[in-house]
Structure formats: C-alpha cells, structure tokens
C-alpha cells in the first residue's frame, strides 16, 4: 500500500510472508526449514532533482521447525530486513550510488543459517557522450549461526572504463581486486 508523499516520490508499506524448506536434500539430522512474516517499509522516487531513493527497511519475524540442532537457540527470530539504494547525481557527469542489502537465509551448504549483509559504494564519471569511467568497492558479509559460527567477509575493489561507440554498442574494461577473511583457517586464498 503506498502514497505520493511529492511529485515523483512515493512511501509504502508493505507485508511479505515466505516459506524456505531445505527439504533434507543433503541427508543431515538437522534442518532450517523456516517461515517468515515480513512488515516492510519503503520509499521510492527522488525527493530532490539530485537524489534517487529505493528503500524497503523492516522487521523480520522468522519461525524455524524443531528440527534445528539444539544449541541453535530460539526457534522464533526477529531480524532487520534491508534492500536500499540511494543513487546521487554530483554534477551532470558525476553520479555516486550506495546500496546496502541485509537478510537472513539457510545456509546454501545445508548446516546453518548466515546473515548475508551486502555495501557496495560506486562512483561513475563521464567525459562527454563516449567515455565513462568509475570505481567501485563492495564488502560482503556472510555471518553464520550455530553450529557452524563463521563470520566471512569479502572485500573488493574495481576501476572500469567504458566506450559507447553508438546507442546500441558499448565496451567496457574493468580490473577487481578482492580479499577474503574467515575465521575458518587456512583460507587465505578466499
């Protein structure tokens, strides 16, 4: 349900309810097979001519079977829920946009559950109707519960330059450089 707050800016509230089942597809005594209620939040448009907004912020109310292992904890969570973008433009040719995403899920390995928190920051720059250049990092989080107690971070950063040669024709090069840190030893090379 939403309404415009200005021209071209909207508010919502919204409700989300979601069932994951892990289904036990890798044959292990536990599982994390879960529901979840979701009451999000949202704004969406440009509240100034230099500003985009793209938020939806708000609580998660998950409930895990009773398959779970015993040191998991409460079977009833109350998470933050998180998917924003806010893109602004610095000049005509200058344009920054910040994205932060925080959710919780069952781990993809099948033992656990993680937090999977995602910032990225990225700057673009054009010279003209052709060259574009930018730059970016990003640190993504993976944060995982009992019994399984990692906590996983990629950090990385990247330059791009980018060519358009005509409406329907672009090249882009870009380099990325990324780094890895885990509580889990010797991995180093993640």
Same mark, same amino acid.
């Given at each position: ?33 879960n529901t979840y209620h979701r009451v999000l939040f949202g704004l ?29 904890g409460s079977h009833d969570e109350l998470n933050l829920f998180v ?32 937090e999977d928190l995602t910032y990225d920051l990225t700057w673009r @720059?054009?010279?003209?109707? @052709? ?36 409406? @329907? ?22």
């Amino acid at each position: 349900v939403g309404t415009t707050l200005a021209p071209g800016f909207r508010g919502q509230v919204g409700y989300r309810y979601g069932v994951q089942d892990q289904a036990r597809l890798l044959n292990f005594p536990e599982e994390y097979d879960n529901t979840y209620h979701r009451v999000l939040f949202g704004l969406e448009g440009s509240p100034w001519k230099w500003m985009k907004l793209g938020v939806s912020v708000g609580p998660e109310f998950r409930s895990y079977g009773e398959d779970v292992p015993a040191g998991f904890g409460s079977h009833d969570e109350l998470n933050l829920f998180v998917d924003a973008t806010v893109t602004l433009t610095m000049a005509p040719g200058d344009s920054v946009v910040l994205s932060a995403k925080q959710f919780e899920q069952p781990g993809f390995g099948g033992r656990s559950t993680y937090e999977d928190l995602t910032y990225d920051l990225t700057w673009r @720059h054009k010279f003209g109707e @052709h060259l574009a250049v930018g730059a970016s990092g990003r640190a993504y989080n993976t944060d995982f519960s009992y019994p399984t107690m990692r906590d996983d971070w990629v950090l990385s950063v990247s330059g791009t330059v980018a060519w358009t040669f005509n409406k @329907h024709i672009q090249a882009e090069a870009s380099i990325t450089y990324e780094d890895g840190e885990s509580r889990v030893p010797n991995t180093w090379a993640r």
